[in-house]
C-alpha cells in the first residue's frame, strides 16, 4: 500500500491556518496542532490577545488571502468588513500635514482579526486533507536513529483540566507556526543542534488599543485614520481603524482606537490617560473623533514589540523536515502591519516549492526551503527595524546603513506626499507590498526626495 503522506502543523493562528491550506495541495492529510479551543464565534481567544488590535491586511495579502479563498472578501464585506479606498478615505497625518487625498483605486478591507480567523477556520475546516487537533500542546520535536530528519512531535494534550495525556504523531514535513513563543530553538538544542542566530531591534514601542462605537450620524470625510510616530522628535502616533459592527448589527462599523509611543513612552491603560495621551498627539483630529465615540471596552495593552529574526536559513547543519514559519521566524514590530501579509509571501513560496518538488526531496531541500521563506521577510524586516532605528533607545543598533537610508527617505517620501499624490500613491502601493520598494527609487520620485530635502536644508540655513 502507498504511503499516505502526512503534514503537521504546529499553532493555529494566522500563518499556520495559511500554511495548512496550501499543504492541503500537496499532501494527503494535514493536522493542524493548537493549544486553543477555537471559539465557535468570531472573538478573542487566549493564544491571540492581540486580536484586540487593529489588523491591516495589505493589499498583497488580500490578493494572496483570495486567491486561498475564493469568495472570502465578499464574506468579510457581508459580515460587516468595511472598503475603503486607501488615498481617498483613509486620513495620513504625516508630521509635515495631512497627506493628498484622491480616488487610487487601492481598495482596502477593514475587519477584526477575530473576523478573519474565524472565517478562515471554517473555510479550512471544509477542506478533507485537514484536521484540527485543538486543546493540544506540543513539547518536543521527535527524529530518526541518525538525527538526520525531524520525523514527528510529541505533544500533551488536554482531556480537561486535570489530565494530561502525551503523546507522538509523526509525519513527512513539519512546520513551527507556533509564533512569538516558538521553542524550536530549545527543542533543536536539545537533540543536539545549533539554534539559529538572532538580530533583535527593540525601540520599545508600547501600543494600546481601545474599541469604540462611533455615533450613527457621524459626518466626517474619511474611514480611516493613521498618524504614524515621527522619530526621534515625535514618539507617539495614532490610528483610528473602523471594523465590522457587533453580532447584533454588523453593518454598524466600530473603531478601534490605537495609540503608540516609542522609547519606552508607552500609552497607559486607565482610560483617562489614554485619552490624555491621545490629546498629546500632535494633530488633534483623532481625539476629536475619540471624543465623539463610545468606549465599548477598557483599553488592552501590547508592550514587547520588539523585532526579532531567527536565522534558520543561515544553520549549516540543521535536520531536513522541519521548516519554522511566521512569528516564529521573523517576529515584526507590529504597528507596521506587515505579519499577515508575510505569513502569506511564506505559503506561496511553500506551495511553489511543492509544485516542483517531491515530498521526498525534502531531505535535501528542506535548507534550500527555508532560505526561500527568508526572502518573504526580508523587505518587510527591512522596513521595520529602518524606522525602529529612529528611536532614541532603540536596542539592537548598528542598523545597516542602507536601512538607515530607507527609512530617511521614507520620511521625506511622506512629507512630499503632502501635495504629490502620485507620490504618495506610489508610496502607499510599496507599503500594501504591491511594488517593491525599489520602485521609491525610480528617477521621477529620486529627483523630488533631493530636491525636498535640500530645500528643507537651504531653508534651514
Ligand atoms: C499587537 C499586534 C498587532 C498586530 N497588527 C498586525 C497588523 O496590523 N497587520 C498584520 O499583518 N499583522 C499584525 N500583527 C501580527 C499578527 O497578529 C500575527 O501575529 C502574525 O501574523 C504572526 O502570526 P503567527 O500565526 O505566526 O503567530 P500567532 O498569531 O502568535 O499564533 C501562534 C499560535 O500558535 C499557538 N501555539 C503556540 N505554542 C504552541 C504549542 N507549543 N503547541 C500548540 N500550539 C501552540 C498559539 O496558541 C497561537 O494560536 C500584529 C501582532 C500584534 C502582537
Redesign the pocket.
Known amino acids: 500500500m502507498q504511503h499516505k503522506t502526512h503534514a503537521l502543523v ?8 495559511l500554511m495548512g491550506r496550501v499543504l492541503a495541495n500537496h499532501f494527503d492529510r494535514v493536522t493542524i ?4 479551543v477555537y471559539p465557535d464565534q468570531p472573538v478573542p ?7 484586540r ?6 493589499l498583497r ?1 488580500q490578493q494572496i488571502f483570495e486567491q486561498l479563498f475564493p469568495g472570502l472578501k465578499a464574506e468579510l464585506i457581508d459580515r460587516g468588513a468595511i472598503e475603503l479606498d486607501s488615498m481617498q478615505d483613509l486620513v495620513f497625518c504625516t508630521s509635515a500635514g495631512l497627506a493628498a487625498r484622491a480616488p487610487s483605486g487601492l481598495m482596502l478591507l477593514a475587519f477584526s ?1 477575530d473576523l478573519l480567523d474565524w472565517s478562515i477556520r471554517r473555510r479550512l475546516a471544509a477542506f478533507p486533507e485537514v484536521q484540527f487537533l485543538t486543546k ?4 518536543g520535536l521527535l527524529t530518526n536513529a541518525e538525527h538526520t530528519k525531524i520525523v514527528g512531535i510529541s ?1 500533551h494534550r488536554h482531556e480537561d483540566s486535570n489530565i494530561e495525556v502525551g503523546e507522538n504523531l509523526y509525519a513527512d514535513l513539519i512546520v513551527d ?7 524550536t530553538p530549545e527543542w533543536l538544542e536539545a537533540l543536539g543542534y545549533q539554534p539559529p542566530p538572532e538580530t533583535k531591534v527593540n525601540a520599545f514601542v508600547g ?1 494600546v ?1 481601545q474599541i469604540y462605537q462611533p455615533p450613527s450620524n457621524l459626518s466626517v470625510d474619511w474611514k480611516m485614520m493613521f498618524m504614524p510616530s515621527a522619530p526621534p522628535h515625535q514618539r507617539r502616533g495614532g490610528a483610528i481603524f473602523p471594523i465590522e459592527g457587533d453580532e447584533s448589527n454588523p453593518q454598524q462599523a466600530r473603531w478601534i482606537v490605537s495609540l503608540v509611543g516609542g522609547d519606552r513612552d508607552y500609552p497607559p491603560t486607565d482610560e483617562e490617560g489614554f485619552l490624555a495621551f491621545a490629546c498629546s498627539l500632535p494633530m488633534p483630529i483623532l481625539v476629536e473623533a475619540m471624543r465623539q465615540a463610545i468606549p465599548l471596552t477598557p483599553p488592552y495593552a ?1 508592550y514587547g ?1 520588539e523585532n526579532r529574526l531567527r536565522h534558520y536559513e543561515q544553520l549549516s547543519h540543521s535536520p531536513a523536515r522541519l521548516i519554522v ?4 521566524a521573523c517576529l ?1 514590530n ?10 502569506s509571501l511564506e505559503a506561496m513560496i511553500v506551495d511553489q516549492f511543492f509544485q516542483h518538488h517531491s515530498i521526498d526531496d525534502l531531505d535535501q531541500q528542506t535548507h534550500s526551503l527555508q532560505k526561500q521563506l527568508a526572502k518573504a521577510h526580508q523587505e518587510a524586516w527591512s522596513t521595520a527595524t529602518g524606522m525602529d532605528n529612529r528611536y532614541h533607545s532603540t536596542q539592537g543598533k548598528p542598523i545597516s546603513a542602507s536601512s538607515r537610508f530607507v527609512s530617511w527617505y521614507w520620511d521625506q517620501l511622506m512629507e512630499i506626499g503632502i501635495n504629490r499624490a502620485s507620490v504618495h500613491h506610489t508610496f502607499l502601493e510599496v507599503l500594501h507590498m504591491l511594488k517593491p520598494s525599489i520602485s521609491l527609487f525610480q528617477p521621477s520620485i529620486l529627483a523630488q526626495v533631493l530636491v525636498h530635502a535640500f530645500s528643507k536644508q537651504w531653508r534651514r540655513c
Open positions: 504546529i499553532g493555529g493562528s494566522l500563518a499556520g491556518l496542532v493548537e493549544r486553543d481567544r487566549k493564544g491571540v490577545p492581540h486580536s488590535f487593529p489588523h491591516t491586511l495589505m495579502g482579526r493540544a500542546s506540543v513539547r505533544l507556526a507556533s509564533g512569538k513563543a516558538s521553542r501600543y488599543a501590547y514589540n514559519v511566521g512569528h516564529a515584526l507590529p504597528t507596521y502591519g506587515q505579519a499577515m501579509t508575510v505569513a
